[in-house]
């Protein structure tokens, strides 16, 4: 007959094995601490201590269950653990930023107080950023009990640039979030109005711009996250690449300059409250259009000739 | 000694205790009973290792096992299968070699850097 401490020490330890082969564990086991408690008690140690000795050596009897089945002590092993990592911190960087945006502006639309705003909206983006941190972990944990293959495999196209040339992960994380907000922010600009003066709301680009004008920029923001994303698949700028995000430079270029040359990007109703009122007189409302128009053009042409260094730096390597 | 001392010495003597099993269970023989021999013949394991590995081996198919219950308490006797003893064969000739390869490193004379 087992004593208590033996027999507590057994139900641990067979808890989590299938039920076909906990008598099997527990009777060998079972011998095991007798054949070894009675060696010691031979040896002249009390009967109770020897045991306590015997069941002290065997440890935890959680690891040796886990070991009887065969089942890992850790939640993600090294198979999956990198997997798991690179895929937690991109998701983390897309998608919490993107539910704070979505939430502001839901906010915003139905005219939320600035401070409900700033909590909800930080409140949502924490809590996504939970969910995605658990999920994954969820789904890596399992994989790791069920030897799935995630079926990504290393090979030598992978390795960074030498020389980072801006084809990194940042880049288009960055690229997505930002046409986002940016795409984000031209829709409440039409559909709320950006700007507050005098207790009245107004949208700072001219309204009549919406929908055609407004959507044919969002496009051109959407192409421009595509060619990101591309590019950070191909893990490097080519020629071709380069040609594309010239032609998309140049859209954007001839998309502002049209509307800041027929002096319609702005809302007029924006420029008489804003700047007339306030003693601005129209040859100044013109040199701020031509400091506008210069530094789309600039921003733009710097774009297109980072594109084609990038290009040319790559291939060198 | 060190900590990074043992683990080096624990990593070279993975592997060996499954060999050792397989080849003193060519003759049957239980947990507890293995676990003195092993220990005799300088194979110190805890019973904790000892215990799931034969269960594992069983599972592959290099060990059989059978109860006998003859004795005042039951005892699961193990048994070296054919196939363990292949692997056991497999396992002793690259011992062997390993042993002549660590040999050569200290008794051949250095590599003639000159030739």
Known sequence: ?317 | MSDSHDLHLQELRRGTVVLACLQLLRTPGYGYGLLEDLERHGFATDANTLYPLLRRLEKQGFLTSEWNTEEARPRKFYRTSDEGERLADTLTTDWRALTGAITSLTTESPRAEES
């Open chain 1, 1 to 317: 007959m087992n004593t208590e401490l033996t027999e507590r020490y057994l139900q641990a330890a067979i808890a989590g094995l299938p039920t076909s082969t906990q008598d099997d564990v527990r009777t060998e086991l079972t011998a095991l601490i007798m054949d070894a408690t009675e060696d010691r008690t031979e040896q002249g140690v009390d009967p109770v201590e020897a045991e306590r000795a015997v069941l002290t050596e065997l440890g935890d009897p959680a690891i040796l269950a886990a070991e009887y089945a065969d089942r890992p002590l850790q939640l993600i092993g090294p198979r999956f653990y990198l997997t798991w990592k690179r895929l937690l911190i991109l998701l983390l960087w897309i998608v919490p930023p993107v539910a704070l945006v979505g939430v502001a502006i839901s906010q915003a639309l139905v005219g939320a107080p600035m401070g409900a705003l700033i909590g909800e909206s930080l409140g949502v983006a924490l809590s996504t950023a939970v969910h995605v941190a658990f999920w994954v972990t969820v789904v890596f944990a399992a994989l790791e009990r069920t030897g799935a293959q995630t079926g990504v495999e290393w090979d030598v196209d992978q390795l960074p640039e030498l020389q980072s040339s801006g084809t990194t992960r940042t880049d288009t994380i960055a690229s997505v979030v930002l046409a986002g907000v940016f795409s984000a922010a031209l829709i409440w600009d039409q559909l709320r109005g950006a700007v507050r003066l005098e207790g009245e709301s107004l949208s700072l680009l001219n309204p009549e711009l919406w929908p055609t004008w407004i959507l044919a920029l969002v496009a051109l923001l959407v192409l421009e996250v595509a060619l990101a994303v591309v590019v950070l698949i191909r893990g490097r700028w080519t020629g071709m690449l380069a040609a594309l995000n010239t032609a998309l430079a140049v859209a954007f270029i001839s998309w502002a300059l049209t509307l800041i040359g027929r002096g319609e990007l702005i809302n007029p109703e924006f420029i008489d409250l804003a700047l007339h009122a306030n003693g601005v007189d129209e040859p100044t409302v013109r040199i701020i259009a031509v400091i506008l128009a210069v530094a789309v053009v600039a921003s733009s042409m710097w774009d297109i000739v980072d594109g084609w260094l990038k290009a040319r730096r790559d291939r060198r390597h």
